[in-house]
Each structure stands twice: as structure tokens, then as C-alpha cells.
């Protein structure tokens, strides 16, 4: 990779979407002319932005489902959790993006929108589970019953931004739940060992569901325990 001007992220450049929204990091790699393959993982999605000194010119999502361009772009703003880095890399195929400042600001628009979809979980590979009638939108929610939300973003046309947007009105209005993949729990760790613990040992009562402020959550397989539904 080319040495680059003052400000530019470092080689080996890494943050974590819960500290830094792609957006923000969008603007900290044109402001600073940088050059190199950003690398995004989340929670079931891997994608790519491919910059050339300070030009967007290609966004790539790998998994769960291939798309490129806006819709790839779009698509990756949404994350906020999960992790980038980034690798040496120049242009080796074509561009799938201007290099252009519209498609900065079509990333501060779509920001904005996924912004307002509130109620979507943060954990993407949460299961998206239709609930009650919801009248000429179900055939499409039928579409999306036990696929994972990153999978549900990228299942229609539209931009995934607005896919997140409707998801999350019909969340809000109850007719929409998201769940853990069956075998998959959410359980919480008492760091200190649990107010029950012997020293070396684990009690039943030194775990329990995780509630709003717990600290150390994980997820854990347990093929035997469904866990109850969220």
C-alpha cells in the first residue's frame, strides 16, 4: 500500500462498529485520501469497500447474500455491530461505484434512514418470525419467516435501508418478532462467578437471561436448549 498524507488510517487500520458507525469511517477515509480494501464482518455478513486515494469504488456484500454497488453500500451502513479492517489492496475489476462525492452523500442519506428503524435488533443474525395479519404485506413477511435478518434485508428489490424501515414499523406494532436461530441462546455470565459460585465451580442460578444494563453477554450453543422465544 502507498504511504499516505497526514490523518490517513494506519496500516492495519481496525475499529468496532459499536465505537465508530461506517459512516463516520466513510468520512475519515475520504477527508484522508486513503487507499486499500476496508474488510467489514457482522454478525452472519461479510462485505467490502475498495478505496482509491479517497474514491469509494466498489462495495461488495459477500455473505449472506452477493450484491454490489449502492445496494451493497446501503446495505453495509445498516451494520452496527461487528468489526473492519483494512488490507492493502488496489482496483483489480471494475468499479461498481462512481468515486464520486453522490455516493458519499447517498451514504449519509441512507444512514439517516436506518437511523429511524429503531426497533431492529442490533444482533443481525437474529431470526425474523411474522406475527398476526398484516394484510397485503404478508405474502412478503411469508418470504421472510425463519430467515435470518441479514438475509431478510437483502431477500427484496428495495434498498435494504427501507426493508429495515418497514421492519421496523411492523416491529413496533407487534406484528413482527426477532429470535434466536433454534439451539442458539442468549445467556448471561455473572463475571464475578455469580453470588451462588464455590470457588472452581458454577451454579444454575449464576446464569440467567440477559436484561437491559447486564454486562458480558454471550451467545451460546446449546442444541438441547431452544431457550424461550425473545
Known amino acids: 500500500m502507498r504511504k499516505m498524507?497526514?490523518?490517513?488510517?494506519?496500516?492495519?487500520?481496525?475499529?468496532?462498529?459499536?465505537?465508530?458507525?461506517?459512516?463516520?469511517?466513510?468520512?475519515?477515509?475520504?477527508?484522508s485520501k486513503a487507499t486499500g480494501l476496508l474488510v467489514v464482518e457482522g454478525e452472519g455478513v461479510d462485505g467490502e469497500l475498495l478505496w482509491e486515494e479517497g474514491r469509494l469504488y466498489d462495495a461488495s456484500v459477500i455473505y449472506p447474500k452477493r450484491a454490489t454497488g449502492r445496494r451493497a453500500l446501503d446495505y453495509l451502513l445498516g451494520l452496527r455491530r461487528g468489526e473492519v479492517h483494512l488490507e492493502s489492496a488496489r482496483i483489480s475489476r471494475l468499479p461498481t461505484l462512481a468515486g464520486d462525492l453522490l455516493d458519499l452523500a447517498f451514504a449519509i442519506e441512507r444512514a439517516k434512514v436506518?437511523?429511524?428503524?429503531?426497533?431492529?435488533?442490533?444482533?443481525?443474525?437474529?431470526?425474523?418470525?411474522?406475527?398476526?395479519?398484516?394484510?397485503?404485506?404478508?405474502?412478503?413477511?411469508?418470504?421472510?419467516?425463519?430467515?435470518?435478518?441479514?438475509?431478510?434485508?437483502?431477500?427484496?428489490?428495495?434498498?435494504?435501508?427501507?426493508?429495515?424501515?418497514?421492519?421496523?414499523?411492523?416491529?413496533g406494532a407487534g406484528l413482527v418478532a426477532f429470535r434466536p436461530k433454534e439451539g442458539?441462546?442468549?445467556?448471561?455470565?455473572?463475571?464475578?462467578?455469580?453470588?451462588?459460585?464455590?470457588?472452581?465451580?458454577?451454579?444454575?442460578?449464576?446464569?440467567?437471561?440477559?436484561?437491559a444494563g447486564d454486562l458480558g453477554v454471550a451467545l451460546v450453543d446449546l442444541e438441547a436448549d431452544k431457550g424461550p422465544p425473545l
Open 5 to 31: 498524507g497526514l490523518g490517513l488510517p494506519p496500516r492495519g487500520f481496525r475499529a468496532s462498529l459499536e465505537d465508530l458507525a461506517l459512516e463516520g469511517i466513510l468520512e475519515i477515509f475520504v477527508r
Open 114 to 171: 436506518w437511523a429511524r428503524a429503531s426497533r431492529l435488533p442490533l444482533d443481525w443474525g437474529l431470526v425474523v418470525f411474522p406475527r398476526g395479519k398484516a394484510g397485503p404485506l404478508d405474502p412478503l413477511l411469508a418470504k421472510a419467516k425463519g430467515k435470518t435478518l441479514a438475509e431478510v434485508l437483502l431477500l427484496y428489490e428495495g434498498l435494504p435501508s427501507t426493508v429495515a424501515s418497514v421492519l421496523s414499523s411492523l416491529a
Open 184 to 211: 442458539r441462546r442468549l445467556l448471561f455470565r455473572w463475571p464475578w462467578g455469580g453470588p451462588r459460585a464455590s470457588p472452581g465451580k458454577a451454579h444454575p442460578e449464576d446464569f440467567s437471561y440477559p436484561r
